[in-house]
C-alpha cells in the first residue's frame, strides 16, 4: 500500500475553480488505479472520478461530469481539476489506490466501491477540504 497525501482543497466561491493533488512519495503511482471520493457533511463518501492505470481510461459521477476533470502525470501525482464548482461540492476529498493486483477492476467499478471494500485492496489518503460558498 501506499502513502497517499492530497493538497489543492480550500475556500471558493461558487462558480470557482480549484486543483487538486495526490501524490506519493514514491514514483510508482502510475501502476495503481486511482480515484477522488467525496464526502459531504453528514453523509458517506462517494466515488467522483477515477482514471486506470492500464489504459488511462476515466470514469465520473453524473453529478460532476463537464466541470471535473482527472489525469495523471504518471510519475507520482493524480489531479483532480474541478471547474464551475457549486455549494454541493462541499466536502472532504480522499484520493485512494488500487493494488496493482486489482487493474482488471473499471475506473466505473472503483469508483463504486465502498470504502471498506477499498480499503482492502487499496489505502486512502487523509483528505482535503473544499468548502464553495454561494
Known sequence: QLQLEESGG????SGGSLRLSCATSKFVLGYYHV?????APGKEREGVSCISSTDGSTFYADSVKGRF???????????????????EDTGIY???????WKRSTTPQE?????PEDLSDVGSWGQGTQVTVSS
Open 110 to 114: 472503483m469508483c463504486s466501491m465502498s
Open 69 to 87: 476533470t482527472i489525469s495523471r502525470d504518471n510519475t507520482n501525482t493524480v489531479y483532480l481539476q474541478m471547474n464551475d464548482l457549486k455549494p
Open 35 to 39: 480515484g477522488w471520493f467525496h464526502q
Open 94 to 100: 480522499y484520493c485512494a489506490e488500487l493494488a496493482p
Open 10 to 13: 480550500g475556500l471558493v466561491q
